[in-house]
């Protein structure tokens, strides 16, 4: 992931961060190869001497402020399924990534633990030195059954069925152009060759643990909003997609929702409740008992 965006002489500006740091130009290459296969996704440049990648400002909404006046044009519907129906607009600019040929982008295998155990790792070590509280017991829960269950790649067997993907996608990663309403995909930073359910998975995971579904509980919120994902899913592309291996991405999603928000002084019962979460929809897909 990429540092903050800062406008600046008209363009979008980001700093590379330690994991993606001097790998700017790959990053550039990759986005022409996707605009040119159609791709909705700004082309970068690469400044090596900040080491860091710049595009041109595109004005209008993200995606959390354009689903914020989707939900109050429909205040009187039910609050979860007008978040649901707005799902294949967002959907949309993923679709196109995840019928791209990967020739030419260079993706390596996607890793569903590469963000979580650095957290985990991070936060044993300041709870340790007393430097911050414990990290709650569900994520930890989490965290083992669902390592010693998955492995390090989930669903490695399926390989050869992989294809482009986000590797990070969720509501922010999607901005609406002003005027012309054209949803554009953003930070593809993290492009890996992967099952498009892993994308689905985490944007659920994401879209369930936000404010947009109000006080519904995180489990409850996040099965409505994969059964609705996975229906549009399929529809816009014409593809089946895994409702099982949505579940079990969307364990692993949730688990780094939690640790973040654990990172950034949430409660814990809310951590707690979004733990406890990860490992419900990891039973459901059947992944541990």
């Keep these: 992931m990429t540092g903050r965006v800062r406008r600046f002489e008209g363009r979008a500006r980001k700093p590379l961060d330690a994991v993606h740091a001097g790998r700017g130009h790959v990053f550039a290459g990759r986005s022409v190869r996707l605009r040119s296969a ?12 900040r080491d860091e990648i710049s595009y041109p400002w595109i004005p209008g909404r993200s995606g959390a402020e354009w689903l914020r006046g989707r939900l109050a044009e429909s205040s009187g519907l039910d609050r979860m399924g007008a978040v649901g129906s707005a799902c294949a607009e967002l959907l949309y600019p993923l679709i ?20 979580i155990r650095p957290r985990i790792d991070a936060l044993a070590r300041a709870s340790a030195e007393a430097v911050a509280g414990p990290v709650p017991d569900a994520a930890v829960r989490a965290f083992e059954a669902l390592e010693e269950a998955l492995g390090v790649a989930v669903g490695q067997s399926a390989m050869n069925g992989w294809g482009p993907i986000h590797g990070d ?8 152009e002003s005027g012309a309403g054209q949803a554009w995909l953003l930070d593809a930073d993290d492009l890996a060759l992967g099952p498009p359910e892993s994308d689905l998975g985490n944007f659920v995971a994401h879209l369930a643990t936000s404010d947009h579904v109000g006080a519904a509980p995180p489990l409850a919120a996040f099965k409505t ?12 592309s014409g593809r089946e997609v895994a409702a099982g291996e949505v579940d079990t991405y969307g364990a692993v999603a949730l688990l780094r929702r939690a640790l ?25 897909a059947g992944r541990i008992r």
């Design 38 to 49: 159609g791709v909705r996704t700004p082309l970068l440049t690469y400044d090596e001497r």
């Design 96 to 115: 196109r990534l995840h019928t791209t040929s990967p020739q030419g982008l260079a993706l390596a295998p996607f890793d569903p633990w590469h963000r």
């Design 169 to 176: 996608f969720h509501i922010g990663q999607v901005l609406f």
């Design 225 to 236: 909003l994969a059964g609705l994902a996975v229906r549009h899913y399929g529809e816009l």
């Design 260 to 284: 973040k928000l654990h990172e950034r002084g949430a409660a814990p019962d809310r951590v707690n409740a979004i733990s406890a979460a990860a490992l419900s929809s990891a039973r459901r």
